[in-house]
């Protein structure tokens, strides 16, 4: 089982900036790629950024330039640096992660969600 733990949410307003963290602990045999999804009320789950162990990024379009995704590897852990944040990015924010639990084993696992609120 592989646990992932956010932080880093809140309430900020318009074009303010916050950072999430995610950390992944438990059998991580090999981490593939973490990432951030968002949920705002009412909407599907979507992708916001997600980066590779060796690195690549990818980006929603509604957040290039504005939010940059970063890893420690060796620590199991992801982040989110959201700048110039809009009230259009109020949302659940969930981790997410692609991990080989053995050399044969892969599986997704997603974090519990931290709210992030952008007042207008």
């Known amino acids: 089982q592989v646990q992932l733990v956010e932080s880093g949410g809140g309430l900020v307003q318009a074009g303010g900036s916050l950072r999430l963290s995610c950390a992944a602990s438990?059998?991580?045999?090999?981490?593939?790629?973490m990432g951030w999804y968002r949920q705002a009320p009412g909407k599907q789950r979507e992708l916001v950024a997600i980066?590779?162990?060796?690195?690549?990024?990818t980006y929603a379009d509604s957040v290039k330039g504005r939010f940059t995704i970063s890893r420690d590897n060796a620590k199991n852990t992801v982040y989110l640096q959201m700048n110039s944040l809009k009230p259009e990015d109020t949302a659940v924010y969930y981790c997410?992660?692609?991990?080989?639990?053995?050399?044969?084993?892969?599986?997704?696992?997603w974090g519990q969600g931290t709210q992030v609120t952008v007042s207008s």
């Open positions: 997410h992660a692609d991990v080989l639990t053995t050399p044969y084993t892969r599986a997704n696992y």
């Open positions: 980066i590779t162990s060796g690195g690549t990024t």
């Open positions: 438990g059998s991580t045999y090999s981490i593939i790629a």
